[in-house]
């Protein structure tokens, strides 16, 4: 079954790198994994996509092993504005192809 | 910068009636899809939709949903006859056909009485 997996919730300070792993274990094998923050009532909003190994913007990391069953968003010194929910987004093969959205982690981030 | 917009940002409508969910992706983006989040649940995925017919869909997206691109800028989902349980919120996402990134807009927020 097709599944993605991720911690329900993290607390953390302000100024801490906070890491949030996502696990899909039957993603497609030419998928990204996407990441996304969602504050209450407001649609999802993109953080940070990669393939494969590390990619790095002005926000986040993202860290992919080898056999990209798994991927971790790193946020490196958090702030009281972080607090959200994060979703990993792969597309992952079951019986068929399926865009699948990860439990969510709701990050809180406390002065 | 451009934005997936939304409309309306609230309908409450009565069981067994037809609702229609507005979507104005981003102007070059091809490639749309609907999402939906009940409260306090996780985003899920119900359609994609490129070249004028549905890509993919979920379980979820059985014959009460339909989806509609009625010109070159709107994107519509209609569900006939409303239950309960589709109150929820629903997003309306695209991309560009050369990258994966999808861009979300602000949802709808619908409330079935």
């Known amino acids: 079954l097709a599944k993605t997996t991720q911690p329900i919730s993290m607390d953390s300070y302000e100024g801490q790198e906070v890491n949030i792993t996502c696990s899909h274990n039957?993603?497609?094998?030419?998928?990204?994994i996407t990441w996304y923050q969602q504050f209450p009532s407001q649609g999802p909003r993109f953080i940070i996509q990669?393939?494969?190994t590390k990619v790095t913007n002005e926000v986040a990391s993202l860290f992919i092993p080898a056999d990209r069953k798994s991927s971790t968003l790193s946020l490196p010194r958090v702030s009281l504005s972080d607090t959200a929910v994060y979703y990993c987004?792969?597309?992952?093969?079951?019986?068929?192809?399926?865009?699948?959205f990860g439990s969510g982690t709701r990050l809180l981030v406390r002065p | 910068e451009p934005e997936v917009t939304q409309t309306p940002s609230h309908q409450v409508t009565q069981m067994g009636q037809e609702v229609i969910l507005r979507c104005v992706p981003i102007?070059?983006?091809?490639?749309f899809y609907w999402y939906r989040q009940i409260l306090g649940q996780k985003v899920e995925f119900l359609v994609s939709?490129?070249?004028?017919?549905?890509?993919?869909k979920s379980e979820i997206f059985d014959d009460q949903f339909s989806v509609e691109r009625p010109d070159g800028s709107n994107f519509t989902l209609k569900i006939r006859s409303t239950k309960l349980e589709d109150s929820a919120m629903y997003f309306c996402?695209?991309?560009?056909?050369?990258?994966?990134?999808?861009?979300f807009g602000p949802g709808t927020r619908l409330l079935v009485l």
């Open positions: 990669g393939y494969k």
């Open positions: 939709f490129y070249n004028n017919e549905i890509s993919e």
């Open positions: 102007s070059n983006h091809l490639y």
């Open positions: 996402a695209s991309n560009r056909p050369d990258e994966e990134t999808q861009y």
């Open positions: 039957n993603i497609a094998t030419n998928d990204y």
């Open positions: 987004l792969v597309g992952m093969m079951d019986s068929s192809y399926k865009l699948i």
